[in-house]
Structure formats: structure tokens, C-alpha cells
T-cell receptor
Framework: EDQVTQSPEALRLQEGESSSLNCSYTVSGLRGLFWYRQDPGKGPEFLFTLYSAGEEKEKERLKATLTKKESFLHITAPKPEDSATYLCAVQPRGTDKLIFGTGTRLQVFP | EPEVTQTPSHQVTQMGQEVILRCVPISNHLYFYWYRQILGQKVEFLVSFYNNEISEKSEIFDDQFSVERPDGSNFTLKIRSTKLEDSAMYFC??????????FGPGTRLTVL
């Protein structure tokens, strides 16, 4: 069964304290892996798409990487405005649907 | 920047009533989706729609649910007879191809 597991469930960081969020997945064939940011009461906001192992994408303080079994979202020198829930989703080959993990709730304190 | 819009932002209904949730996808997108998120749980896929027909649906999307693209801009989700367990945030998404999906802000459905 296709599955996505994210860890940790919650992460508290001091402003400027870099860290990584993990997304482990099992899927019959990977079409793409997606990272989204979700603020409370809002819809998921697209961050990155990764397609193959070894691929990396960067945007401001965020960098996403992909291996055959997991993806990492690295946050460098986070700011309080980076506080949100970060969602990982996989799109299995042969389907349009996204399968989401439960997310990592990130809080960054000044 | 173009974005997906949804109305209403919050809908309160009585159990057994019909509701219609509305979405305006990004204008040049061809693929449309509905997802839902029960409070504190994962975002779950409901249905995908392309070329005026359902291309895929989940087990959640039973006979109580239907989707429609009534005109060139709107995409709707109808729940025929709401149940308490239908209470959730409902998200519409759209994509140019079967690739990156862009989500709307959601409609919070509360069934009393």
C-alpha cells in the first residue's frame, strides 16, 4: 500500500537554528514527490516537486532533497514567518492523486 | 499571480441537507481535484476530473458525492445528503498537466 510518513510531528526551533524535516515513503512507482506549506485554516501552498533520486530544489531558506525511500526538507536559518505545517505528498505512477503525510508542525521562536 | 478560489469559506448545514461547494480553478488549467481534511487528520484525495469526466475517485467518493463543471470557469462538489462525518475542510485544486497541483483556500463544512 502506498504510504507517506513524516517526522517529527512537531518541531520547535530558535530563530536561526537550522534543521531538517523527514518524509519517508513507500510507493509502487514514484511519479513525483511534493512539498507544501500549510498555515492554520488555509489550503496547502506549493513549494517543490521532485521527480528522481538525487534531485534537489531550493527556494530562499528551504532546500528539498530526494532519495529512493525518503525526502528531506532542510530549513536554513529559519525565521518566525517560516512557522507552519509542512506537508509531503507522493503521486504514484499511473494516478493523478496525491497521497499526503500528516505533516510536521514547525514553530520558530524569535 | 493566478490562484484557485473557493466559495463559501464556511458552510453550516443540517444533517441530511444537500450542499454545493464551489471552486474557480486557475484559468488555463485542465485538471481539477477535490480533497478533504478532517480536523487534525491528513489531506485525503476525493476525486479528479478531466475533459468533463471523472478520471479517478477514492473510496470516500461514494454515491452521495458528485462533481460538475457547469461552465467554463466553475467546478463544483455536491454532497447530496450530508452526514455528521462529512464535516471537514474541502480543498479544490487544479493543474495544467497531471503534475503540480495548486490548492484553493478551502471551504470549512460543518454538519450539525
Amino acid at each position: 500500500e502506498d504510504q507517506v510518513t513524516q517526522s517529527p510531528e512537531a518541531l520547535r526551533l530558535q530563530e536561526g537554528e537550522s534543521s531538517s524535516l523527514n518524509c519517508s515513503y513507500t510507493v509502487s512507482g514514484l511519479r513525483g514527490l511534493f512539498w507544501y506549506r500549510q498555515d492554520p485554516g488555509k489550503g496547502p501552498e506549493f513549494l517543490f516537486t521532485l521527480y528522481s533520486a538525487g534531485e534537489e530544489k531550493e527556494k530562499e531558506r528551504l532546500k528539498a532533497t530526494l532519495t529512493k525511500k525518503e525526502s528531506f526538507l532542510h530549513i536554513t536559518a529559519p525565521k518566525p514567518e517560516d512557522s507552519a505545517t509542512y506537508l509531503c505528498a507522493v503521486q504514484p505512477r499511473g494516478t493523478d492523486k496525491l497521497i499526503f503525510g500528516t505533516g510536521t508542525r514547525l514553530q520558530v521562536f524569535p | 499571480e493566478p490562484e484557485v478560489t473557493q466559495t463559501p469559506s464556511h458552510q453550516v448545514t443540517q444533517m441530511g441537507q444537500e450542499v454545493i461547494l464551489r471552486c474557480v480553478p486557475i484559468s488555463n488549467h485542465l485538471y481539477f481535484y477535490w480533497y478533504r481534511q478532517i480536523l487534525g487528520q491528513k489531506v485525503e484525495f476525493l476525486v479528479s476530473f478531466y475533459n468533463n469526466e471523472i478520471s479517478e475517485k477514492s473510496e470516500i467518493f461514494d454515491d452521495q458525492f458528485s462533481v460538475e463543471r457547469p461552465d467554463g470557469s466553475n467546478f463544483t462538489l455536491k454532497i447530496r445528503s450530508t452526514k455528521l462525518e462529512d464535516s471537514a475542510m474541502y480543498f479544490c485544486a487544479s493543474s495544467i498537466s497531471t503534475d503540480t497541483q495548486y490548492f484553493g483556500p478551502g471551504t470549512r463544512l460543518t454538519v450539525l
